[in-house]
């Protein structure tokens, strides 16, 4: 199995932003295959929809860095592990400057991104970008399909119902042909559809301490898959990549077990540990990393 971890992003590692070249040099060196950021904004004083599963929203969340900062850091103090987005909330920003963004995190990686893409779900934080939540859903699939315009074709040119983009020549293309693999967290029946029709794989989540039921992600992935048939897709090139989100109470052998479940009795090949919850300072979550890695069978 592919096991990976989150950059230093949230809380007290949020602070420490300027080590995450150091983090992610060490992780690679540690054996990481890969290097993971989040997206978040504010978190609201009070919020008027709780963090799903809790009822609240993480104390953790209150220090938020930039992901495309971290992601750029880590691009440029590594040299093979991949670099994933679980989640950029797509709709808050314009699908063109999105794009280029992530286009030149994938030329400073040489090819390593995986751009992972979400809705969220603070209004709060929908009201501070200026976007209205109802739209989210649109907005993503237009995002969709100007990410696979400006990152394809010269020239580029898109005119839809929210963003008009005039033919003009965009020739500095991502690295990785023909585009970065796009990969999508949902579980609503249409956001789940939009991955059989239009994601190259699924990035569901498994919540620790707590029980691991392999069905939450066979049963889903049977079903994306046949969609994904019926639509003329090869239902075999729909991947998934699980985010184990560990809970301060979660000891290594709770995160190695579930790794370990998640191969034997999901077929998951590929995963990443948040590290926020678990995590004092940068130190501390490297040798985490290790332990991790070493609990759970490396490769």
């Not at 971290?70 to 909330?89: D, F, H, P, Q, W």
């Not at 063109?96 to 209004?123: C, E, M, N």
């Not at 990549?241 to 009795?265: M, Y």
């Amino acid at each position: 199995m592919r096991i990976g971890f989150t950059l230093p992003q949230y809380g007290p590692l949020g602070e420490r932003i300027s080590e995450v070249p150091r983090f992610a040099r060490e992780a690679e060196a540690l054996g990481a295959a890969g290097l993971w950021a989040g997206d978040r904004l504010l978190t609201a004083v009070s919020p008027s929809v709780c963090y799903p599963g809790t009822d609240g929203v993480p104390e953790e969340f209150h220090v938020a860095a930039d992901p495309f900062t971290v992601l750029t850091a880590a691009a440029v103090a590594t040299e093979r592990v991949l670099l994933g987005s679980n989640v950029i909330n797509a709709p808050w920003y314009p699908p063109a400057l999105l794009a280029r963004q992530l286009a030149g995190i994938d030329r400073l990686s040489g090819g390593r991104l995986l751009a992972g893409f979400g809705t969220g779900w603070s209004p709060e934080e929908y009201r501070a970008v200026g976007v209205p939540m109802e739209e989210r859903g649109a907005r993503l699939d237009e995002c969709l399909d100007v990410l696979e315009t400006w990152w394809t074709t010269d020239p580029v040119e898109h005119d839809g119902p929210r963003w008009t983009i005039p033919a003009g020549h965009v020739r500095l293309k991502p690295a990785r042909e023909p585009r970065p693999p796009i990969y999508l967290g949902a579980f609503a029946p249409r956001a789940m559809r939009r991955i059989a029709l239009r994601a190259d794989g699924w990035l569901p989540v498994v919540t620790l301490p707590g029980g691991f039921d392999p069905a939450a992600i066979t049963e889903p992935m049977a079903r994306l898959r046949e969609e994904a048939g019926r639509a003329g897709r090869d239902p075999g090139e729909l991947d998934v990549i699980l985010r184990v989100n560990p809970s301060s109470e979660a000891t290594v052998d709770d995160i190695a077990d579930t790794l370990k479940r998640a191969r034997g009795e999901a077929g998951v090949e590929h995963a990443f540990v948040e590290l926020m919850y678990l995590s004092r300072d940068v130190d501390h979550a490297l040798e985490l990393c290790g332990r991790i890695l070493d609990a759970a069978g490396r490769g």
